[in-house]
């Protein structure tokens, strides 16, 4: 037989993939990070040639207290700069705000008595620490710990050390809030002080702000009475200067238009590409997956050929996204900045600890559509602190209602999924809010996060092609005032609508700028950058495997059965590769029909889907009861050792599939449930049972 390019490709990459298993990766060492984003890369202090000792810092910058954030998405910092801000301002703390991965801590046994160390903590996925994290919470948790001056754990070494920790986690995991939970053990046992409770936030029961707020005040009446602070009147004080810069034409070559770093600025994007520098990649193609017209689902194909960024199946996409048109126009015109739009302004730090969250000189525009969460939920701290500067006496009077009442909050506010310009909009009829200074607003909302999606390719198969699946997110609420935009899924389909020409590119009039900063995106692109999972096939392809992916859930899936297919079709022996599937209507949302039958030819009796289609017939039926359906066969293969995926909704689905797996194998093994739960649990510390949640 013929073999076709297609064939000799996964050949080539077949025995490359070998190679690599044999030598454990041992020559791709010689290359470093293979997927491109090496914490070292991103370790600003140390690339920067800045000490890496925080009792320096704070005796340089004359601070008394350090706030340090663990954060993967940008919250756990935005919790960080608003504790600083509020130590400040009530209590007259001088605070710095501390990205846990510039500072060594083997001198933390050093830290003075009289400052005070606080800790923002993000659990990340299964109980781990976020990237920026990792060295600290291995530091701080190791068995052999030593410190500068050569005391061990025993000597208990931070007596001298006052800390607050606050966590942000989420119920729906196993390992709710672990880091915090761990690194305040690990500190205590240490000699550490923790002043105030070790505060958790839920974002599982969307609880994170109002946990947040509950924690915050007794927190501060300890610190106050251990560190002998007086509260004083909080006065507004800015953290960073807004100078505008009428002598700077925008389109002058140094300003920075939504452009993310010097590189791209100067139009020159250069590797490695990261989460601090999105390479520029061209989408090559994108397909609606649904057969119905009010909801849609892209399947996009992104090209990473030539950034010398690279991925292994299950690694994850991150999307950077810029805000609608409309949204930007809703946001500076309420805040009477729309004539002004395009006016240069030099941003900077009114202290040398306080980082500015985007490159300048820039322009309002820029800062409103590519740099901060314009769109997001409201806080209703910052509604708080918004109040002072509202119009007129009564709107004032209705900030600070909304902003001490949390049930009424939440009825107006959050509810309706108002934005910050929305809900100005709502409480002023439209008269612009201009007594606000621009500082609060970089302060208080967070800086644009990229978006990722499970990357639903195989690298075996299409090694410089990454494919997404992702569902756009409009939300209607009765009640609420606007539909609720997804920010990146719009903008993608926007791009979508782009490429195949589409006569009505905007439908919702949401007005994206897709040809980027100064046409730099043009063509169809999009910035994005490669995150390395831990959601991996067995290397072993003859191992059988379950997974089970609802929905978009099915994302990464189609990821591994492509790459088992392509094993198959190499003449590999491919273990039995389980699909359980669920949407709405097998007609309308049933994604990949045409693939998932190209792969059963390939796989032949090795692949079984299972499909739950919820609203075809009279009885609900979901991925759930397919499993309890199939337990027979579930448990033979998990007796056999196979590998046990979930993906997708974090909140419901996949407690409840995980749920369903203990009892299964109690009925089965005939132990009790508590057993079967344990024997999950191991399953999944020993990387058996995998999860992809969100
Ligand atoms: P956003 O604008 O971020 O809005 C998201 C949600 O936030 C809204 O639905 C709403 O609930 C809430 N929200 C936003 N604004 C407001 C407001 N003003 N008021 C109240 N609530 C508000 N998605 C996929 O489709 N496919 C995947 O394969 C996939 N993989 C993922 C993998 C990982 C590891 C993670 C973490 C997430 C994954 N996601 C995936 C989800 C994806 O990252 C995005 O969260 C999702 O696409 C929505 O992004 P968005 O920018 O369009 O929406």
New binding site residues.
């Given amino acids: 037989a013929q073999l076709d390019t297609l064939d000799i490709i996964v050949l080539a990459a077949l025995l490359v993939g070998t190679i690599a298993y044999f030598t454990k990766g041992t020559y791709w060492a010689v290359y470093g990070d293979p997927y491109g984003n090496s914490l070292a890369t991103s370790n600003g202090a140390a690339k920067a040639g800045k000490s890496r000792n925080i009792l320096e810092k704070l005796d340089e910058s004359d601070k008394n207290c350090v706030v340090f954030y663990g954060s993967q998405?940008g919250t756990a910092e935005d919790y960080a700069s608003r504790i600083a801000k509020e130590g400040h301002s009530r209590f007259g703390l001088n605070t710095m705000v501390a990205d846990l991965e510039d500072y060594d801590f083997d001198n933390l046994d050093q830290f003075p008595d009289d400052k005070l160390a606080v800790f923002v903590l993000a659990t990340y996925?299964e109980g781990e620490p976020t990237d920026n994290a990792v060295e600290f919470y291995e530091f701080i948790n190791s068995d052999d710990i030593s410190f500068s001056e050569g005391a061990s754990a025993e000597d208990k070494p931070l007596a001298n050390l006052k800390y607050v920790a606050f966590g942000l986690g989420n119920n729906t995991y196993e390992h709710y809030n672990s880091m915090v939970r761990n690194v305040d053990k690990a500190l205590t046992k240490l000699g550490g002080t923790r002043l105030g409770a070790a505060g958790e936030g839920d974002d599982g029961a969307g609880t994170m702000e109002e946990d947040f707020l509950a924690w915050k005040e007794p927190m501060w009446t300890a610190v106050a009475e251990t560190l002998g602070l007086e509260e004083r009147e909080a006065v507004y004080e800015p953290v960073f200067s807004i100078t505008e810069k009428p002598e700077l034409d925008a389109e002058a070559d140094e300003v920075y238009l939504g452009e993310p770093n010097k590189n791209h600025l100067e139009g020159s994007q250069k590797g490695p590409f990261n989460a601090n520098n999105p390479f520029i990649a061209p989408i090559t193609e994108s397909t609606e997956l649904f057969t119905v017209k009010d909801r849609n689902?892209?399947h996009m194909d992104i090209s990473i050929a030539g950034s010398n960024l690279s991925y292994t199946t299950g690694d994850?996409i991150a999307?950077w996204?810029n805000n609608p048109g409309k949204e930007v126009d809703r946001f500076l015109s309420i805040l009477g900045l729309a004539s002004k739009r395009n006016t240069v302004v030099a941003v900077k730090g009114l202290d040398p600890t306080a980082k500015v969250p985007f490159p300048s000189p820039t322009t309002y525009d820029a800062i409103a559509r590519f740099h901060m969460?314009i769109?997001?939920?409201?806080s209703r701290q910052l509604v708080s602190a918004i109040a002072q500067f509202a119009p007129n006496d009564d709107v004032k009077a209705e900030m600070a209602k909304l902003g001490s009442d949390k049930d009424y909050f939440h009825a107006k506010?959050?509810e309706?999924?108002?934005?910050l310009a929305?809900l100005f909009d709502i409480l002023t009829k439209g008269e612009p809010w201009t007594q606000i200074p621009f500082s609060l607003m970089i302060e208080g909302l967070l800086k644009l996060?990229p978006?990722?999606?499970?990357?639903?390719s195989s690298s075996l198969v299409q090694k410089d092609k990454i494919s997404?699946?992702?569902?756009?997110?409009s939300?209607s609420k009765p009640g609420a005032p606007h539909i609720?935009?997804?920010?990146?899924?719009?903008?993608?389909l926007a791009l979508k609508q782009k490429q195949h020409g589409d006569p009505d590119p905007d439908p919702h009039g949401l007005n994206y700028a897709i040809t980027g900063p100064r046409n730099k995106y043009d063509g169809v692109h999009v910035p994005v950058h490669v995150?390395h999972?831990n959601f991996k096939l067995p290397s072993d392809p003859s191992k059988p495997i379950v997974m089970v992916g609802p929905?978009?859930?099915v994302?990464?899936f189609r990821g591994f059965v492509q790459e088992r297919a392509a094993q198959a079709k190499a003449g590999q022996k491919v273990g039995k590769t389980i699909l359980f599937f669920g949407c709405r209507r097998k007609q309308e949302d049933y994604i990949y029909a045409e693939e998932w039958e190209q792969y059963k030819n390939d796989l032949g009796d090795s692949f079984e889907m299972h499909t739950a289609f919820s609203r075809d017939g009279p009885d609900k039926v979901y991925v759930q009861h397919l499993i309890e359906k199939h337990a027979d066969d579930v448990n033979k293969l998990l007796d056999q050792k196979a590998y046990f995926y979930v993906?997708g909704d974090a909140a419901n689905m996949a407690h409840d599939v995980n749920n369903l797996l203990g009892k299964l194998i109690a009925s089965h093994r005939n132990v009790s449930a508590e057993k079967g739960k344990e024997i999950v649990k191991a399953m999944k510390a020993s990387n058996q049972y995998q999860e992809?949640?969100?």
């Avoid at 769109?375 to 409201?378: E, G, L, N, Q, S």
């Avoid at 997404?468 to 997110?473: D, L, S």
């Avoid at 609720?484 to 993608?492: E, H, I, Q, S």
């Fill in positions: 998405t996925g689902c892209l994850h999307i996204p969460e769109c997001a939920p409201v506010v959050t309706r999924n108002l934005n929305q996060q978006r990722y999606y499970s990357i639903s997404i699946t992702a569902v756009v997110e939300i609720l935009k997804g920010v990146t899924t719009n903008y993608l995150r999972s929905g978009t859930g994302a990464p993906c992809d949640v969100w």
